[in-house]
């Protein structure tokens, strides 16, 4: 293969990265690389003696149902989240908790707080009327980030079509893209699978704190059929997930007493610094990089990028180090 095609495509991989966070298309990105990655490995166990327009029918249905199946799965999750036993139930604790603090606190913080739920959808109408065009703008944005992922479910399935084509013994140039795509492609495939070995881990350590070591304590917690769904798909978002549920499992303990909401942050804390240093190293396992190598990316793309360069960099250092290593220079 010439040079120059590969250098355009390394300068083109290069540029991609910030040009992605820069215009908050990560979540289509993300979305296209599960759908190739899942389509892809369950095309390997077609059988081998399929070939031609049969084994692209195939692929084809393969990436509709990934694609189907995720879309599913974000819609249940949503619903989930949003129906009466979950998001309803949890604002409803929360409701009990600010009743609870209103006698726990001084009498001037106290006052500050809604007293009933009413109170806190009649403040919540406030700041929507206040902000009403920011809240449209997120709207909108949020609409607009659905469509870019459904978009980018696509072009992942179709992607996946092509990576049984021999793409690698084609023109120069398009050899190379796939390469640098298939590296890619790879290091999602890895950081990925880590990451959901790491949210198991937390989820299983949660478990044991609120099914066994609260209860020995003779304290039981509500919602736990809400609260551990939630750690686990939390978790699979580095960082930003983990407080998410664990704000959730505060403030329901601090429902049961103050007492049991210290205890639950501190434990939280010790397993989120835990989970923090553990990501890591099983990241960092899967990809041939040590602990230090991906925190450093990790400050360093959260610096330039705000989250979702912390959420990519993860990603993009095990790409950078794949094709270090594809070319032997490590």
């Not at 009466?84 to 500050?112: F, N, Q, V, W």
């Not at 978009?151 to 690698?168: E, K, N, Q, R, S």
């Amino acid at each position: 293969m010439t040079p120059g095609p590969v250098a355009v495509s390394y300068l083109l991989a290069a540029v991609s990265v910030p040009l992605v966070l820069h215009f908050h298309l990560l979540p289509a990105v993300f979305a296209g690389l599960a759908v190739h990655v899942l389509t892809v490995k369950l095309a390997r166990r077609l059988p081998a003696n399929w070939g031609g327009q049969p084994h692209k029918i195939a692929l084809a249905v393969l990436a509709s149902i990934v694609i189907v199946g995720l879309t599913g799965v974000s819609f249940g999750l949503w619903s989930f989240l949003h129906g009466k036993g979950g998001m309803a139930a949890l604002l409803t604790a929360a409701a009990d908790t600010l009743e609870k603090l209103r006698h726990a606190l001084p009498p001037s913080i106290a006052d500050a707080l809604p007293t009933t739920m009413d109170e806190v959808h009649e403040q919540l109408s406030d700041v929507m009327r206040e902000h009403g065009k920011n809240i449209s703008a997120v709207g909108m944005a949020g609409v607009k980030t659905f469509a870019h992922i459904l978009l980018g479910m696509v072009v992942g399935g179709m992607t996946a079509l092509h990576h049984f084509a021999g793409a690698d013994t084609g023109p120069p140039f398009a050899a190379a893209l796939h390469a640098r795509a298939r590296l890619l492609t790879d290091a999602f495939d890895k950081v990925v699978f880590a990451q959901v070995k790491i949210s198991a881990l937390n989820t299983l350590l949660t478990a044991l704190y609120l099914l066994i070591i609260l209860p020995l304590c003779g304290v039981r917690l509500p919602l736990l059929t809400v609260l551990l769904p939630l750690t686990f798909v939390a978790g699979l978002i580095p960082v930003i997930g983990n407080l998410i549920s664990n704000s959730a499992i505060v403030v329901i303990s601090f429902g049961v007493s103050p007492g049991v909401a210290i205890s639950s942050f501190l434990f939280l804390v010790a397993v989120h610094k835990l989970e923090y240093f553990t990501n890591a190293r099983i990241v960092g396992g899967e990809v041939h990089a040590t602990a230090w190598e991906l925190l450093c990316a990790m400050l360093a793309m959260e610096a330039i990028f705000g989250l979702p360069g912390l959420i990519a960099a993860p990603v993009t250092y095990a790409w950078l180090k794949a094709e270090i290593r594809a070319t032997n220079a490590i």
